[in-house]
């Protein structure tokens, strides 16, 4: 997937499954080091000041115990139920820490706001990107910001409010990015996509491609939770209920990919449900120009250097 003749590569990660750097997260122990390279980089997401979130971290923003008590693994289902929400211990660490601007390929930075109020949410993206732009210059290799306003159990629950405020709000985040002058993705959930923002977003200069989908969240009608799940209560129900993520996203996503691709003529990133070869087919022949691989890092980690190999022999446009 190329934006703006930067090459992000085919097999890009989902914001959460490599940590901030690329080596932060227990399951990566299970992949050997020629596996990672070959996995571009979508950073854990970033929000302006630390948070404290669900998954407590460590001092150097690695996760502080081997299983977080917010995400739940069903292992005979492949799927995985997550409430993080958005734990990261503040933009100015990470680009004070040097490590990405050490990094030695392309790779995108996910953002996200806590604010409370639209006001609020501009303010934070605002320093963000002036932040971002004070260390530009020091980052070794090309990258991109991926903007990620649609975590399922962040505080602000920003996919709560109307679909027309939303994409307004979306428009102006955009827009104030811009000044990075970097490739900028936005990454949105399948309750959240929408004809009319998927036009927008089409149409707005500074949107370089999308990433589909973010997590589902508990709740949401697309899924039989009873069915699905086995119970009508999330086990995480005290953090939110969490958002699903693993194989039962992949019918739903292709589908909302194939709709989006009639509109959104961008490139499009694949994420959810990925987990075998036969998924990369159904996203790529959906319209997906690459895929962001999540659960199956830890699900089915066995699969990814097929799954590796396998998007690289195919044609993505």
């Not at 977080?68 to 958005?86: G, N, Q, T």
């Not at 589909?212 to 709740?219: D, H, Q, V």
Request: glycine letters at 8%.
């Amino acid at each position: 997937m190329k934006l703006r003749g930067i090459d992000f590569g085919n097999v890009l990660c989902g914001s959460s499954a490599l940590g901030f750097f690329g080596n932060d997260f227990w399951y990566e122990q299970k992949l050997p080091p020629e596996i990672l390279n070959q996995i571009t980089l979508v950073t854990k997401t970033v929000t302006l000041l630390g948070n404290k979130g669900n998954m407590p971290l460590r001092g150097d923003s690695t996760p502080d115990g081997f299983y977080p008590e917010c995400i739940k693994i069903h292992s005979s289902e492949e799927m995985m139920l997550v409430a993080v929400a958005l734990s990261n211990l503040g933009l100015g660490y990470y680009l004070g820490d040097e490590r990405w601007q050490n990094q030695d390929k392309p790779f995108m930075i996910s953002l996200a706001s806590l604010g409370l109020t639209p006001d609020e949410r501009l303010n934070e993206y605002q320093i963000m990107a002036n932040m971002i732009n004070l260390y530009k210059d020091k980052f070794s290799a090309p990258f991109g910001i991926q903007i990620n306003p649609t975590c399922p159990t962040a505080k602000n629950q920003l996919t709560k409010i109307s679909p027309t405020d939303f994409c307004n709000e979306l428009m102006s985040i955009l827009h104030i990015m811009s000044i990075v002058e970097v490739p900028l993705e936005v990454k949105l959930g399948l309750t959240s996509t929408t004809p009319a923002l998927l036009d927008k977003l089409n149409k707005h200069p500074c949107c370089d491609s999308i990433c589909l989908s973010n997590s589902i969240p508990w709740g949401s009608d697309i899924i039989d939770w009873e069915k699905v799940w086995g119970s009508e209560i999330s086990l995480l129900a005290d953090l939110r209920g969490g958002g699903l993520t693993g194989r039962h996203l992949l019918e739903e996503n292709c589908r909302v990919i194939k709709e989006a691709r009639e509109i959104f003529k961008k490139p499009i990133s694949a994420s959810g449900g990925v987990l075998d070869i036969e998924a990369v087919d159904k996203v790529h022949q959906a319209g997906a120009n690459s895929i962001a691989l999540c659960s199956v890092l830890t699900l089915k980690p066995e699969n990814v250097p097929g799954i590796i190999e396998y998007a690289n022999s195919l044609d993505w446009g």
